[in-house]
């Protein structure tokens, strides 16, 4: 399983791992995409491509954006 917590949103939840699971793949599964969204994985910034580990802990930081 992969823990994934949507910071600022209230959101925690566990995903289901699957083979070649990446960053984005996580993003879309709490609802968010590669430019609304930043991902932490186990505490580093990580790239939208970047496997996903069985047992990650996944922080998800949505993009603030306005003028």
Do not use: C
């Amino acid at each position: 399983m992969i823990r994934v917590k949507v910071l600022g949103r209230g959101i925690e939840k566990e995903i289901k791992w699957q083979k070649g699971m990446r960053v984005a793949d996580i993003l879309r599964e709490v609802g968010f995409n590669t430019e609304s969204a930043i991902a932490k994985v186990n505490g580093r910034v990580a790239l939208e491509d970047e496997r996903v580990d069985d047992g990650a802990n996944v922080e998800v930081i949505p993009v603030v954006s306005g003028g």
